[in-house]
């Protein structure tokens, strides 16, 4: 935790804050010759105050894109599998934990069809360093959202996810 992220520094700028104010009362009541100064300084602390609050707004909000980043690949996690034809690897990632159907699809690679089973056997040890552009697909019925990507640098292009992992219905996903 960075010192910006904690209330020391909140703290100590209302206590310079409170010190000031003192010292404007007492400059209006008795003195008058440090308003010049007084009025400087609240022109420093505010833009000192607005840069760090800026800086605070800016790393939480970097802080919390990368948590929701993560947790989006938690979720669905990435499968890499082999295409039984052509031996062509792919991936595939579900957006929704408890995908209890199978899946029938295109080869991203060659374009046969085939199905993967609820709980599919994943393949790690072949995991291709290229991946193709991704195909996003969602289900209509249940909102279910998978993405395919193939080995190398190309993608079948007339790819189909023809049934919904989650909700089961066998209807081709809409491509997104």
Do not use: Q
């Not at 420093?44 to 970097?62: A, D, K, N, P, T």
């Not at 159907?101 to 995991?127: H, L, Q, R, S, Y």
């Not at 195909?135 to 190309?154: M, P």
Request: hydrophobic letters at 45%; a positive charge.
């Amino acid at each position: 935790m960075s010192w910006f992220e904690t209330k020391t520094m909140f703290n100590i700028f209302i206590l310079l804050d409170f010190i000031l104010l003192i010292l404007t009362i007492l400059d209006a009541a008795f003195w008058g010759y440090l308003a010049p100064a007084v009025i400087g300084i609240y022109v420093i602390l505010i833009i000192v105050f607005l840069i760090l609050i800026f800086r605070v707004i800016l790393e939480r909000s970097r802080i919390s894109y990368s948590i929701e980043e993560f947790e989006k690949t938690l979720k669905g996690g990435l499968y890499h599998f082999k295409c039984p034809v052509c031996g062509g690897i792919f991936a595939i990632k579900k957006s929704k934990s408890n995908n209890k159907k199978e899946v029938k699809m295109t080869c991203p690679d060659c374009g046969a069809v085939g199905v993967i089973p609820a709980n599919p056997t994943t393949i790690e040890d072949k995991i291709p360093e290229k991946k193709s552009v991704k195909a996003n697909f969602k289900c209509i019925r249940c909102g279910e959202r998978i993405t395919v990507w193939a080995e190398g640098t190309d993608l079948y292009k007339n790819i189909c996810v023809y049934t919904c992992p989650f909700c089961g219905v066998e209807k081709p996903l809409k491509k997104i």
